[in-house]
């Protein structure tokens, strides 16, 4: 999936390769690495809109989730809910 900003040329990769600093720095990641690597968690296939796609990501972000543990959480929320039927 290509998103609108992202580099789609030869040229523009080459720019964005050319303003990337690379140091031994270590830096603080905003969200936690292995947050989805629960042994009881099978990844699963959803599929979606590349328009959603990018708001499910952006909301996530957001939320300081993946977009896994975002959409887990919703499916949660409404199994979790009492049911008419």
């Given at each position: 999936?290509?998103?609108?900003?992202?580099?789609?040329?030869?040229?523009?990769?080459?720019?964005?390769?050319?303003?990337?600093?690379?140091?031994?720095?270590?830096?603080?990641?905003?969200?936690?690495?292995?947050?989805?690597?629960?042994?009881?968690?099978?990844?699963?296939?959803?599929?979606?809109?590349?328009?959603?796609?990018?708001?499910?990501?952006?909301?996530?972000?957001?939320?300081?989730?993946?977009?896994?543990a975002y959409i887990r959480s919703l499916i949660e929320?409404?199994?979790?809910?009492?049911?008419?039927?």
């Amino acid at each position: 999936m290509t998103y609108p900003l992202d580099p789609t040329t030869p040229n523009e990769v080459n720019d964005l390769l050319g303003r990337l600093n690379f140091t031994d720095l270590e830096v603080e990641l905003s969200v936690e690495l292995g947050q989805d690597a629960d042994p009881a968690l099978e990844p699963r296939t959803v599929q979606m809109s590349d328009d959603m796609d990018r708001r499910v990501a952006a909301r996530a972000v957001r939320l300081g989730l993946s977009k896994s543990a975002y959409i887990r959480s919703l499916i949660e929320r409404d199994l979790a809910r009492p049911r008419d039927a």
